[in-house]
C-alpha cells in the first residue's frame, strides 16, 4: 500500500520511535512570551514613580523595537495567501513585540495623556497596528486579538471568563456595541473569504462575530426580572438569528456556527418557556421533554450535514 | 470492553493516523481511502462540536427527569437508583448494540449513570445507616472511584479514568494516614500503570485510560510531596485533620519533591513519553512557583521576566540542539511537525489570548474609571494594571 522507505518512516512515527517536540517547544514559547509581558506590565506598574516615566516608555519601546525588527528582519515577503512561519519563534516574538507596543502606548496615554479625555481612541490605534502587523506578518493571534482591541475600544470585553454569564454587558449601549461589533467582524470574515485575501482569517472573525451577536442579544434577553428591560424583542431577535445562522451553517457545513445557532435558538425557546411556566414539575417537564427533542434534532441535523459534506 | 468495540478503537486508531499523513501531505488520497476500506470503521461517531451538544443536553434531559420524578412528590434515594441503572443500561445499548461510540449520547449516559448511582447511594446510607459526614465521604468518593473505574473499563471511556484515580485519591486522603498513602500509592502504581499502559494486547482507550490514571497519580504525588501543601496541610485538610508539621515526612516529602520533576523528565525524554513530558512541564512550573514562596529571588515582575525569557531561550536551544542531529532529529525526538500536532496548539494559543491578552474594554460612557495600562499579561490597553 505505500512504498517502502515511507512506509518505514510512518510506522516509526506511529510506534511512537519518533516523536515531535514542536507542539511542547511551541507551547513553552507561548508561556515565555506572555511571562515576559506580564513582568513588564507589572515592572511598569510597581515602578512608576523610581524608574521615571521617559526609561519607561523608552525602554519598553526598545524592547518592543527590537522584537519587531527581528520579526522584520525574518519575515518573508508578503502575501496575501498563507504564509508558514520561517522560524519556530517567529510568530512569538511578534506576539511580544506586539504586546510591548502596545502596553507602551497605553503607558504613554496614561502618563502624557496625549489625547486627554478621548483616551480611549489609543485602542482603535492598539487595533489598527495589530491588524497591520497580523496583515503582514499572517498571524492569527495577533488578528483574533486586533479584533477583540477594537471590541474594547468600542466598550465591549470579550473577558467572558471574568464575567458571571448573565452579566456579560449589561449596560445598553454596551450590548448594542457588542452587537455591531459581532456583525461588523462577521462581515468583514465574510468579505476576506469572498475577495480571497487573507483567507484563512475568516474562521477567527466570523466565529468571534457571531459570538458577540448572539451573546449580546442573549445578555438582553436574559434582563428582564432584574432591569425590567425589554426581554421579549431581544428574545425573538435571538430566536430569528439563531435560526437563520443555523441553516446558514447548516447548508455550508460550518458545524461549530451551527452548533452557536442550534444553542441560541435553545435559550430563546427556554427563555420563552420558562416565562410562562410556573410551576416546578412543568418546568423539570419542559427541560426534559425540550432536551430530549433536542439530541433527536441534532442527530437528524448530524446525519443530514454528514451525508452533504 | 466488548472485543468488537477494541477491534474498531483499533481500526479507528489506524484510520486517524492515515488522515493525519493525508493531511501533511505523506500519502495521496487513494492510499488514504485503500487505508479505510482495509480498517472499516462500523462506530457512529460524533464530530467534536456535536458531540459536545448532544453530551451536554442529553445530561440536561437526565437531570431534568430526576428533578421532575423528586418533584412530582416522590422524594427518596430509590429514584436516582433506579434512573441510574437505566442510565447504565442505555448505555450500555448505545456503547453494545447500537454501535455508538464517541456519539456524546452515550458517555452522557455513563456519566448519569455514576452521578445518579451515588447520590441515591449516599442518600440512602445517610437516610437509613444515618452516617457521619466523615463516612458519608468515604463512602462516595470510594463509590465514585469504583463506578468510575468500571465505566473506563467496560465502555472505554478514557476520561472516567482520570475521575476514578483522582476520587481514589480523594478517599485515600480521608484515611489517617492519607499523606503517607499520596506518597507511596503513587510510587508504587505508576511505575505499574506506565508499564501496563505501554501493552499492545490493551485496547487504545484502554491504554489512554491508564496513562491519565498514571498522570493524575503522579500529580497526587507531587501535591503530597510539595513542601507548601505539606505546611499548609492541604491533603490532611480534605479529612478536616490538622496539618502534619516537621518531622521525618516533611524531610521524605522534601527529597521527593526535588526529585520528581526531574526523575519524570528523564524519563519521558528518554522514553519519548509525551504525557510524562507534559506532567514533567506541570511538576517543574509548580516547583518553580514553591520555590518563589520560600526564597525570595527578587521582586515579582524580575522572577516572572527571567522565568519568561528561560522559557524562551530553553525552546530555541531545544529545538538548535534536535535540529543539529542526524535528520533534524536526536534519540528519536524532533522539532519538525509531524502529522497535526501543532492544530490543537493553535487553536489552544488563539482562544487563550482572547481570553487573557485582550485589553480591558473602555468604561461605558458614564463611568468616569480611567484605568489605561497593560492588560494583566501584558495585553496593551485599558486596564487596571498600572
Known amino acids: 500500500m505505500l512504498p517502502a522507505e515511507k512506509g518505514a518512516f510512518l510506522a516509526r512515527v506511529a510506534r511512537g520511535e519518533l516523536v515531535s517536540l514542536r507542539a511542547e517547544l ?33 525602554g519598553l519601546g526598545a524592547a518592543a523595537a527590537a522584537c519587531l525588527a527581528w520579526v522584520a528582519l525574518k519575515a518573508p515577503r508578503f502575501s496575501w495567501g498563507e504564509v508558514p512561519s520561517p522560524h519556530l519563534a517567529f510568530d512569538y516574538l511578534l506576539l511580544l513585540g506586539a504586546l510591548l507596543a502596545a502596553t507602551d ?19 482603535l490605534v492598539v487595533a489598527v497596528f495589530y491588524t497591520a502587523l497580523a496583515v503582514r506578518y499572517d498571524s492569527r493571534v ?69 459570538l458577540l451577536v448572539l451573546g449580546g442579544l442573549a445578555d438582553g434577553a436574559s434582563q428582564s426580572t432584574r432591569l425590567g428591560g425589554p426581554w421579549l424583542p ?46 416546578d414539575t412543568a418546568v423539570f417537564a419542559y427541560f426534559t421533554l425540550s432536551a430530549i427533542g433536542f439530541v433527536v434534532l441534532l442527530l437528524v441535523a448530524q446525519r443530514r450535514m454528514r451525508e452533504e459534506t | 470492553m466488548r472485543p468488537d468495540a477494541a477491534a474498531a478503537e483499533r481500526a479507528q486508531a489506524v484510520r486517524e493516523a492515515a488522515a493525519a499523513w493525508r493531511e501533511a501531505g505523506e500519502i495521496d488520497e487513494a492510499t488514504r481511502r485503500a487505508v479505510d476500506e482495509r480498517f472499516p470503521d462500523d462506530r457512529v461517531r460524533a464530530r467534536p462540536v456535536f458531540h459536545l451538544l448532544l453530551a451536554g443536553f442529553t445530561v440536561l434531559a437526565g437531570l431534568a427527569a430526576t428533578g421532575l420524578v423528586l418533584a412530582a412528590g416522590r422524594e427518596t ?7 441510574g441503572l437505566l442510565a447504565a443500561v442505555a448505555a450500555e445499548v448505545q456503547f453494545g448494540p447500537l454501535r455508538r461510540a464517541e456519539s456524546g449520547t452515550a458517555g452522557a449516559c455513563a456519566f448519569l449513570a455514576v452521578l445518579l448511582l451515588v447520590v441515591g447511594t449516599v442518600w440512602t446510607l445517610n437516610r437509613d445507616l444515618h452516617l457521619g459526614p466523615d463516612a458519608t465521604i468515604r463512602a462516595a468518593t470510594a463509590l465514585v472511584a469504583t463506578l468510575s473505574g468500571l465505566v473506563a473499563w467496560r465502555w472505554g471511556m478514557r476520561a472516567a479514568a482520570a475521575v476514578a484515580a483522582a476520587a481514589a485519591f480523594l478517599f485515600l486522603a480521608q484515611l489517617p494516614i492519607g499523606r503517607a498513602c499520596w506518597l507511596v500509592v503513587p510510587l508504587v502504581a505508576a511505575p505499574l500503570l506506565h508499564r501496563t499502559s505501554r501493552s499492545t494486547r490493551l485496547a487504545p482507550s484502554h491504554r489512554t485510560a491508564l496513562r491519565l490514571a498514571e498522570v493524575v497519580a503522579l500529580l497526587a504525588l507531587a501535591v503530597a510531596s510539595n513542601p507548601w501543601a ?9 479529612a478536616e485533620l490538622p496539618p502534619a508539621g516537621p518531622g521525618i515526612l516533611r524531610t521524605l516529602c522534601l527529597g521527593a519533591f526535588l526529585l520528581l520533576p526531574a526523575v519524570t523528565l528523564v524519563v519521558g525524554l528518554r522514553g519519548r513519553d509525551r504525557w510524562l513530558i507534559w506532567t514533567a512541564g506541570a511538576v517543574v512550573a509548580v516547583s518553580a512557583v514553591t520555590f518563589r514562596h520560600y526564597v525570595h529571588l527578587g521582586p515579582l515582575w524580575a522572577v516572572l521576566t527571567c522565568a519568561g525569557a528561560v522559557l524562551v531561550v530553553a525552546a530555541l536551544v531545544t529545538r538548535r540542539v534536535l535540529d543539529s542531529g542526524q535528520n533534524k532529529e536526536r534519540r528519536g525526538l524532533t522539532a519538525e511537525p509531524l ?43 485599558a486596564s487596571d494594571s498600572f
Open chain 1, 26 to 58: 511551541r507551547v513553552a514559547l507561548y508561556l515565555g512570551v506572555t511571562l515576559i509581558a506580564g513582568g513588564a506590565a507589572l515592572l511598569v506598574k510597581e515602578n512608576l514613580d523610581r524608574i521615571g516615566p521617559l526609561t519607561i516608555a523608552l
Open chain 2, 230 to 238: 505539606h505546611d499548609a496541610g492541604f491533603v490532611e485538610r480534605l
Open chain 1, 142 to 210: 495577533v488578528w483574533s486579538l486586533a479584533l477583540t482591541t477594537f471590541a474594547a475600544w468600542r466598550g465591549v470585553s470579550v473577558r467572558f471568563l471574568e464575567r458571571e454569564p448573565w452579566d456579560w454587558w449589561g449596560d445598553p449601549t454596551v450590548r448594542a456595541n457588542a452587537i455591531a461589533c459581532g456583525a461588523a467582524f462577521a462581515l468583514v470574515g465574510w468579505l476576506l473569504k469572498r475577495v480571497g485575501r487573507k483567507a484563512h482569517f475568516e474562521p477567527v472573525a466570523v466565529h468571534l462575530g457571531w
Open chain 2, 339 to 381: 502529522f497535526g500536532d501543532e492544530r490543537k496548539v493553535r487553536l489552544a494559543e488563539l482562544a487563550v489570548s482572547m481570553a487573557t491578552l485582550t485589553p480591558e474594554a473602555k468604561p461605558p460612557a458614564g463611568e468616569p474609571s480611567f484605568r489605561p495600562g497593560g492588560g494583566d499579561f501584558g495585553g496593551g490597553g
Open chain 2, 77 to 83: 434515594p430509590v429514584v436516582p437508583i433506579v434512573l
Open chain 1, 105 to 123: 502606548l497605553a503607558y504613554i496615554e496614561y502618563r502624557f495623556t496625549p489625547l486627554g479625555a478621548g483616551w480611549p481612541w489609543h485602542l
Open chain 1, 234 to 279: 431581544f428574545t425573538l431577535a435571538l430566536l430569528a438569528t439563531g435560526a437563520a445562522l443555523g441553516a446558514l451553517a447548516f447548508q455550508l457545513g460550518r458545524f461549530w456556527l451551527f452548533a452557536m445557532g442550534a444553542v441560541a435558538v435553545y435559550w430563546a425557546v427556554s427563555r420563552l418557556a420558562v416565562e410562562v411556566i410556573h410551576r
